[in-house]
C-alpha cells in the first residue's frame, strides 16, 4: 500500500513542513501532494531559512524571495521535534537502502 505524502504550509505559503500518512495522520490544511513510499521529507532548510515555497505546486524560493523573507518576516527556526523526526527518518531510509544491499 502507498502512502500519501503531504506539506504544510505557514501563512505566506512557505513549506515548513513535509510528511507522509505512514508517520502523522494529515490535518485538513495541509496538502496532498502524491503517492509513494512511508518516507517523504523535503530538505526544507537553506540557512535557517525555509528555502520552498507552495504556488499551485512545490517551487524553490527565488533569492529575491529568501532575501525578503530575511530582512522582513520573522521565520521561526524548526522544532526541536521537526529536528528529531527528520534525523529518524534518514536514519530509517539508509537503514532501508543498506538492507536492500
Known amino acids: 500500500m502507498d502512502n500519501k505524502h503531504y506539506i ?28 509513494g513510499g512511508r518516507h ?11 528555502k520552498y ?10 533569492q529575491v524571495e529568501v532575501d525578503l523573507y530575511k530582512s522582513t518576516i520573522p521565520i521561526p527556526p524548526p522544532t526541536m521535534e521537526y529536528r ?6 534518514a536514519i530509517m531510509t539508509l537503514m532501508e537502502v543498506i538492507g536492500s544491499v
Open 8 to 35: 504544510r504550509v505557514d501563512e505566506n505559503n512557505l513549506i515548513i513542513k513535509s510528511f507522509s500518512d505512514a508517520f502523522e495522520q494529515p490535518t485538513e490544511s495541509d496538502i496532498f501532494i502524491e503517492e
Open 84 to 89: 528529531l523526526q527528520a534525523q529518524a527518518e
Open 53 to 62: 515555497k507552495y504556488d499551485n505546486g512545490i517551487r524553490e524560493c527565488t
Open 40 to 50: 517523504y521529507n523535503l530538505d526544507l532548510l537553506s540557512e535557517d531559512i525555509w
